[in-house]
């Protein structure tokens, strides 16, 4: 299953899933029986290493989404897809996910004017989301902006290709979620 998680290349033809879609190791062939326990646990790990999140962060985000009101596990998914980090790749503002954390980390990103260096950062209905720096900074950004054109941008978010800026206009729901997660198993899971 694809997460996406090397930017372009999982685009492309070079991708490792479209070349050989198996684990490594010779003994891969074997049957094992999977249990309740692994297929949750799977998804899980899923979710994590696709938003770039580490565990104790993870516990975090479940359990403000269990303090919500509305289902815990649309919950989740919203608020992890309401990280900055994931709204600037979203965007287009960067060729991966990685590259997001690393200019919102360095202070490139700017939220609303204020210069913003956490990439857990939740944004908010409303808020601007802009390239700020120098000009080297600028035209690595327009050039993942030229990359990016043809990736669908969510319905929840405006970007300003011109001006290397994005606006949130409203916050996520659950069909704005674009990665095949079963929220579900996930929250059977953590409720143990």
């Not at 062939?29 to 770039?52: N, P, S």
């Not at 290709?161 to 929250?187: F, W, Y």
């Amino acid at each position: 299953m694809k997460l996406f998680l090397k930017g372009q290349r999982c685009f492309s033809e070079k991708c490792g899933i479209n070349r050989r879609d198996y684990p490594p190791g010779p003994h891969v062939r074997r049957m094992r029986k999977t249990t309740d326990y692994c297929v949750q646990l799977r998804e899980k790990q899923k979710a994590k290493r696709i938003y770039g999140v580490l565990e104790r962060q993870f516990q975090r985000y479940f359990q403000t989404a269990v303090r919500q009101k509305g289902n815990t596990g649309e919950n989740l998914l919203v608020l992890l897809e309401r990280r900055l980090d994931n709204v600037v790749l979203n965007l287009g503002l960067t060729l991966s996910r990685f590259d997001a954390r690393q200019s919102i980390a360095h202070g490139h990103i700017r939220v609303n004017g204020r210069r913003m260096d956490i990439p857990s950062y939740l944004v908010q209905s409303g808020d601007l989301i802009e390239i700020h720096g120098k000009d080297k900074i600028k035209k690595k950004a327009g050039e993942a902006v030229e990359i990016n054109k043809g990736q669908a941008v969510p319905a929840w978010l405006e970007p300003v290709p011109g001006d290397l800026k994005g606006k949130v206009n409203s916050l996520p729901k659950r069909e704005d979620v674009p990665h095949p997660i079963n929220e579900h198993l996930i929250v059977e899971l953590c409720s143990r």
